[in-house]
């Protein structure tokens, strides 16, 4: 059964956020999704970038300084 993930990454800062989703998706099952919070600008590009490119469905919603990428795995 597919789970949803929360990764709480606000306050990282490149590579760190990158490096911490690519590490939990090794780890997950198909269909599992993750929201993933961040607050810094770069990290919403690099994350969301790279998602797109492994075929996983993003989206990314900003709530004020922050934002929540939501990624699902095929």
Known sequence: ?????????????CPDPLLQVQGAVRQA???????????????????ARWAES?????AVERQGGEWEISIRLP
């Open 1 to 13: 059964m597919p789970a949803v993930k929360t990764l709480d990454l606000r306050g990282e800062i």
């Open 29 to 47: 099952a198909p269909g599992d999704t993750f929201l993933v919070r961040v607050d810094y600008p770069l990290a919403v590009e690099n994350i």
């Open 54 to 58: 492994q075929g996983f469905a993003v």
